[in-house]
């Protein structure tokens, strides 16, 4: 059952609301990261009045589909358990979404890495009544004025209700509405602070932003992530992943491994293509004329990351 919350904007019209696309193929560095780039502040924008799709999934377990991070719910007697929690401006649709599934109240919520459109909501979850968990580097990043330099934007510290109550390192296992959550931290992946949580018993993973299903993925180098380390987060997934098991990628459809496959095998190819054309001496702006992601770029050009801003990223990590 998929139920949809507010009003509904396209993925296209949500890239162009929120400035994404490039123009042209030879694009110079300077314009790729502008520091008049806006893209955190229009996210805010457009978040604000953003569907929400609620799409049940196995046992008690649902999804929220919205323009941040995707968010699963866990229902029962201990009361709602999220994990992630979305741009901070989408709140109002992500509460009416929350009380859609049912009216019992939010104790528990997970944060799958430190980002603002995973972690923007969560001050008022917390006021709501939830306890807040994540790995120790969430809280490292949230707790002080954080800078991402591709994004050309500079985090404000939380207030203290917003920060993870309990922290761990390395792994993790919770219990809550007769389900098991086993979480395990990432090597430096997408960031330095990626977890998965595997609902072991309904056999669904949500793995944050180290899977983008069908989109190309923000890496951010000014808090651990590489391109190299999304596609090792990748093939750990892939280890991890059962043929009937569901995949909560951070941004995208519902998945399984035939996407995590096809997701890792794109990311590893275009890196190979840039990394070759790097070596042979070509700019930030022969890379993206020379479009080695072409075959990918009309499906996943679209969402958060267009084609020259991900070149421009993976040209950083080779």
Known sequence: MVTEVTTEISRRKFVAAAGLAVAGACIAPRDLFAEEDHLVKDAFKVAATAKIRVQALRRNISVLLGPGGNIAVLTGPDGKLVIDAEIVTSR???????????????KQLINTHWHFDHTGGNAWLHEAGASILAQENTRKH????T??????????????????STVFQEDYTLHANDST???????????????????????????????????????DYSTGGSIDGQIRAAEANLAKVTDKMLVIPGHGEVGGKADLLLFRD???????????????????????????????????????????????????GV
Do not use: C
Request: net charge negative; proline share 7%; glycine share 6%.
């Open 142 to 145: 949230i707790s002080k004025d």
């Open 266 to 316: 794109v990311l590893a190819g275009i890196r190979d293509k840039v990394a070759a054309l790097k070596k042979q001496g070509r700019s930030l702006e022969e890379v993206v004329a020379a479009k080695p992601s072409a075959q990918t770029d009309q499906d996943w050009g679209n969402g958060f990351m267009n084609p020259a801003r991900f070149l421009g990223l993976v040209y950083q």
């Open 92 to 106: 109002p649709n992500v509460s009416a979404a929350l009380t859609a599934i049912n009216a019992d109240p939010i």
């Open 181 to 219: 959550l086993v979480m395990k931290h990432y090597l430096p992946a997408h960031t330095d602070s990626d977890i998965d949580v595997h609902f072991l018993e309904a056999d669904i993973l949500h793995v944050g932003d180290t899977f983008w299903n069908r989109n190309y993925p923000f890496i």
């Open 147 to 164: 800078r991402v330099e591709g994004w050309h934007y500079t985090f404000p510290a939380m207030p203290a209700g917003a920060l993870p």
